[in-house]
């Protein structure tokens, strides 16, 4: 599989783009891919690859990215086209005014954010409850909203405000938990960044909100792009794919049909492995639960789980 997803040899190494904290080098994957030149998506390519008028030759840019992946460089503009974000066909013109569209709706759901939680966008966020489950204010106890200087007036009765502000808390645990490993994330400021997104998701789609393992997911988005609103959005057309990996209500509808999927597929290539599993009680796959569900960000190194999100994309 390594032989056929990494190129091991030669290249540029990427390291640099995504400097790993000293004190964790030893205990994150080595980065097996490396960009190559002639191979690898680069800003030049990329950038001829537009008409004059901005249309987009996707068909000539996927080639690329199957050949090499993308360069670090460019890869939050590549991604707003991989996930959907822009159409191919559309100008430079009517991605701009997308765009400053886009980023007017994230600064008016964050105001709305804002107006019951004013953590939101502060460059700081919370890690412990405000909020009981019937609507009674914990941040007497808070240390967070504390010393931050804001608190929750009244009991909250309204049920999504509620259901929303009972969620915070672990969106912040998940986040100092969120590849820790970078240094990108030393700083609280862009882990507040990752909560915000987060959090404004949540109180966005109704129906799924925050489930653990979306941080995994958003992560690269925080990374990449350094406007909020365009992670946000990037993030969101990911989660229009994903969704059902994070409904809970079902019983992970979307997960099982692909482990499902996966049993079939080893079962037909490789039936003395899918044997060997079924020995050792593992042939419902369970295992790849996780791998499935937040799309191998914590079996590979940062930057192969980019590179292996890139092809899947293209």
Known sequence: MSGILFHKYGGEDLDSYYPIRPECQADVPKVRF???????????????AFSEDGHLDIAKV??????GGIHPSIKGLVWEFLLGCY????????????RQQRRQQYAAWKTECQNIVPIIGSGKFITAA????????LQDSNRDSLDQGWHVDGTISDKKVLQWMLGLHQIGLDVVRTDRS?????????????????????????????????NDICSPMIVLLENEADAFWCFEHTMRRLRENFRTNTGMIGVQSQLSTLSQI???IDPKLHQHLEDLDGGEYLFAFRMLMVLFRREFSFVDALYLWEIGFS
Do not use: C
């Open 182 to 214: 970078l240094v990108f994330y030393e700083s609280e400021t862009n882990q507040a960044k990752l909560w915000d997104v987060l959090a404004i998701y949540s109180w966005v789609d109704n129906d799924i909100g925050y489930v653990q393992g979306m």
């Open 87 to 98: 159409d191919p066909n559309s100008t430079f013109e009517e991605r701009n005014q997308i």
């Open 62 to 67: 996927l080639r690329r990215i199957q050949r």
């Open 34 to 48: 490396k960009a190559r030149a002639g191979k690898t998506l680069s800003a030049r390519r990329w950038h001829a």
């Open 130 to 137: 405000i909020v009981t489950d019937d609507g009674q204010s």
């Open 266 to 268: 080893i079962r037909t």
